[in-house]
């Protein structure tokens, strides 16, 4: 397994959410609405922020929208697609961020008992 | 002297070239969001004035980054694509073997042939079964396909080295090379929750 995931439910669907996929969830909570502005934040490249935001559109997790083309004309650049997250997004999020918590504290307690190689 | 690109014009055409690649029904929205990201992405820099070869290379790692994400869109294409290549050299390594199997092995009456041929009857058995893994989503695909891939290297080398050099370098490079490919190919598809 190459990330872990934290695992929740929505209703009756089973959500399987991937490490990168939690971050994002965490940025847009942050109010990072831009795929550009996720990237900066999470540190993850183009090609896992974009077909990670699309599989959470589809859960129902996150809902994207084309922002106010007058205000776009304002700055004078084209409208950008923001995304936000839905209720259901924000649910699976915090206890995301609860499991996560616990594996840091799990990790922490681990890497406490280990001794190191030198001193 | 060096003429400094001044506008986001190229990123532009990359990102359109690559639209190409997206199926028809999003490729305008993908588009429309990528330009817009693009372009919104040099204006702020040109504000403050960070238009530096550091920025710009950023900047051109996530338009190419966008080839991931647009092969995302193609995931069942993607799937059938890599399962038709595995049957490929699935029946390229089972008709060596069977043949091997057949002329050294019961012809010549060699043991060695039988069994490599052996085994690499059940390599290339192993290469459909990973193919329909895939297709059909197995739980233990992932397990079946590190298992396939690691065997068909082992077996490959194992067979064109001395003393027995049964199998030619042509063979090396088709199972060995392509068991190693599946290895990578997986591991980064399933990177990206695109097989499995």
């Given amino acids: 397994m190459l990330y872990p995931r934290a695992m929740a439910k929505t209703g009756t669907r089973k959500i399987n959410l991937s490490f990168a996929g939690a971050a994002i969830l965490q940025a847009l909570a942050h109010d ?58 924000r649910e ?8 996560y918590r616990v594996l840091e504290r799990t990790i922490k307690k681990v890497t406490k008992s280990v001794k190191p190689l030198r001193s | 002297m060096a003429v400094r690109m001044q506008t986001p014009a190229i990123y532009l055409w990359i990102v359109r070239a690559i639209s190409l690649l997206a199926p028809k029904e999003p490729r305008l929205e993908w ?42 869109f193609q995931r069942r294409r993607t799937r059938l694509g890599l399962v038709a290549l595995n049957i490929l050299v699935a029946l390229l ?24 041929s052996s085994a690499a009857i059940i390599v290339s058995i192993l290469f459909i079964t990973s193919g329909i893994a895939v297709l059909r989503r ?5 397990r079946l396909i590190t298992l396939t891939g690691t065997l068909s290297i082992v077996l490959h080398v194992y067979g064109v080295l001395p003393p ?28 990206r929750n695109l097989v499995f």
């Fill in chain 1, 32 to 89: 990072y609405r831009y795929g550009f502005d996720i990237m900066d934040v999470t540190g993850l490249p183009s090609g896992t922020v974009y077909p990670a935001l699309r599989r959470l559109e589809q859960a129902g997790l996150v809902r994207s929208k084309w922002e106010d083309q007058d205000t776009a004309r304002k700055d004078q650049r084209p409208a950008r697609k923001y995304y936000e997250l839905t209720s259901g997004g």
């Fill in chain 1, 92 to 99: 699976i999020l915090s206890e995301a961020v609860n499991r």
């Fill in chain 2, 31 to 72: 588009r429309r969001e990528w330009e817009a990201e693009v372009f919104s992405r040099w204006l702020l820099m040109k504000k403050w004035e960070r238009l530096t070869v550091h920025n710009k290379l950023d900047l051109l790692k996530r338009v190419l980054g966008s080839v991931f994400d647009v092969l995302c």
């Fill in chain 2, 93 to 116: 390594i089972g008709f060596g073997a069977l043949q091997q199997f057949i002329i050294d092995g019961i012809g010549d009456r060699q043991l060695q042939p039988i069994l490599l």
């Fill in chain 2, 138 to 142: 197995w739980p233990s695909g992932r």
């Fill in chain 2, 164 to 191: 027995h050099r049964t199998m030619g370098f042509l063979v090396l490079i088709i199972g060995a090379g392509y068991g190693l490919v599946m290895l990578v190919v997986f591991a980064w598809y399933e990177r």
